[in-house]
C-alpha cells in the first residue's frame, strides 16, 4: 500500500533502494523460502514412494481411486510430467494457498462475527438455522454435508463480503483496448477495480449500506449480473482458493456461534476503515462472547 500511493516508486530499481524496498525484498525472501522448503520435501516423499515413469496407466488409474490427491501433490505430479510447467509455478500457487488465504479468511471471520453482534435478529437465525442441522445429527459433528446445508450463514458471510470485502481494490491488465467514460485505455494498462465501491452500487443492491443477507437468497440474486459481487474477483484470475475459503469459514463461525452469542460493543458507524490491502479498521473491532 505505502508503494501504491507514490507512484515514483513504481519502477523496481528505484523502489529497491528504499528501506521499504529492502524490507519488501527480505519478507518475500522468507514467504518464498517456507514454501520452496514445503515443496522440496513433498517433492523427495514423491520421488522416493513413487516412480511416476514405471507406473503403468491402470496403476495409476487405481491409484487415482484410492484417496484425494492433496493440492501439492497433484501440481508436482504435472510438473515432473511436463516440465514447461516449472517449479517457480509451482511455487506461486503454494504462495497463493499458503499465505493469501491466511490474514484474508481471518479478516472476513472477523467482519461475520462483528455484523452478527451488530444485528443480533439476524445471529439469531443463523442459530435457529445450525440447530436444525445439528439436532439430526448423531456425533454433533461439523462434515462435509453440514457445511452445506448451512445456506443461510453462507447468505450472512456472503453480505459481510459484500460490505467489508477481504480486499477491497485489486489490480488487473487488460489486453485489448476499451473506452471508459469516453477515454480510451490502451492495452497493457494496470487497472485497479474499486470492489469496495461495486459492492456499494444502488443497481445491482438497493439501501447498499443496509445489512441484508436475504440478498443473497436465489430468488433475489438470479437476475443480479454475476459481475455485481466478486469478493474472490471473477474470470480466469479469480481466487483459486474460494471454495475452500468458504467452507473454512463456515466451519470456523458455526463452531463459534453454537457455543457462544455474540455482541459487537460498537456501531457501525463508530468502526472506521482504512485502505489496506485487506479491509481493517482503524481501532480493533471488539466483541463479547456469552455462553449459550
Not at 523460502?33 to 515443496?39: A, M, N, P, W
Not at 488487473?172 to 473506452?179: G, H, I, L
Not at 456501531?267 to 449459550?292: D, G, Q
Request: aromatic letters at 10%.
Amino acid at each position: 500500500m505505502y508503494r501504491g500511493l507514490r507512484p515514483w516508486l513504481y519502477p523496481d530499481i528505484i523502489f529497491n533502494l528504499t528501506s521499504h524496498g529492502r524490507k519488501f525484498k527480505t519478507n518475500i525472501q522468507i514467504v518464498h523460502g517456507l514454501s520452496e522448503k514445503v515443496i522440496k520435501e513433498k517433492k523427495i516423499e514423491m520421488t522416493s514412494d513413487i516412480n511416476l515413469k514405471s507406473k503403468s496407466e491402470n496403476d495409476l488409474k487405481e491409484s487415482s481411486f484410492e484417496k484425494r490427491k492433496p493440492f501439492l501433490e497433484l501440481l508436482l505430479e504435472y510438473h515432473l510430467k511436463d516440465p514447461s510447467f516449472t517449479e517457480k509455478d509451482v511455487r506461486e500457487e503454494v504462495d497463493t494457498f499458503m499465505f493469501a488465504g491466511h490474514d484474508t479468511t481471518a479478516v472476513t471471520v472477523n467482519w461475520v462475527l462483528y455484523c452478527l453482534g451488530v444485528y443480533q435478529e439476524i445471529q439469531k437465525k443463523v442459530h435457529e438455522e445450525l440447530e436444525a442441522i445439528f439436532e439430526t445429527e448423531e456425533n454433533n459433528k461439523i462434515s462435509r454435508e453440514t457445511l452445506t446445508r448451512m445456506k443461510y450463514l453462507e447468505c450472512v458471510i456472503k453480505e459481510t463480503m459484500r460490505l467489508y470485502p477481504t480486499v477491497p481494490i485489486i489490480l488487473r491488465e487488460n489486453n485489448q483496448p476499451f473506452k471508459v467514460l469516453g477515454h480510451n485505455v490502451h492495452p497493457r494498462t494496470i487497472c485497479g477495480i474499486f470492489i469496495f465501491g461495486l459492492h456499494r452500487d444502488p443497481e445491482s443492491f438497493p439501501d447498499p449500506e443496509i445489512f441484508d443477507p436475504d440478498r443473497f437468497l436465489p430468488e433475489n440474486s438470479k437476475d443480479r449480473h454475476p459481475y455485481a459481487f466478486v469478493p474472490f474477483s471473477a474470470g480466469p484470475r479469480n481466487c483459486i482458493g474460494q471454495k475452500f475459503a468458504m467452507m473454512e469459514m463456515k466451519t470456523i463461525i458455526s463452531s463459534i456461534l453454537r457455543r457462544f452469542r455474540v455482541t459487537a460493543l460498537d456501531s457501525r458507524e463508530k468502526v472506521i476503515l482504512y485502505p489496506n490491502l485487506v479491509t481493517r479498521s482503524v481501532r480493533p473491532v471488539r466483541l463479547r462472547f456469552e455462553s449459550r
